[in-house]
């Protein structure tokens, strides 16, 4: 079992930044890759970026490209998304995930592949 919480949401004005971060505590060593998820209100769950643990690449939704970057501190067993220039179609639950499967690439963006999830965060751009 991996257990996940999220932290960093808020409230925040158009163009502005924020970040969230993912701390990760139980079985970690069985994790793959870990990934950020968004909900809007009435949307289904989307992928916003992935990447394998411990590896140095990353997979992005084009809606966040340019805009958000994830990485990983290893040593914290901490996940981060640092999102800049936000909008307010970002407004969403944002969930933390975790999987162990054997995948790789743009499949990292899909929310079926991940075993773990946490409670989620509100991120809120007016």
């Known amino acids: 079992q991996v257990q996940l919480v999220e932290s960093g949401g808020g409230s925040v004005q158009a163009g502005g930044s924020l970040r969230l971060s993912c701390a990760a505590s139980g079985d970690t060593y069985s994790s793959r890759y870990m990934g950020w998820f968004r909900q809007a209100a009435g949307k289904e769950r989307e992928g916003v970026a992935a990447?394998?643990?411990?590896?140095?690449?990353?997979y992005y939704a084009d809606s966040v490209k340019g805009r958000f970057t994830i990485s990983q501190d290893n040593a914290k067993n901490t996940l981060y998304l640092q999102m800049d220039s936000l909008k307010p179609e970002d407004t969403a639950m944002y969930y933390c995930?975790?999987?162990?499967?054997?995948?790789?690439?743009?499949?990292?963006?899909?929310?079926?592949?991940?075993?773990?999830w946490g409670q989620g965060t509100q991120v809120t751009v007016s």
């Open positions: 995930a975790t999987g162990k499967e054997w995948i790789l690439g743009l499949l990292l963006l899909s929310h079926r592949w991940y075993n773990y």
């Open positions: 990447s394998p643990t411990g590896g140095s690449s990353a």
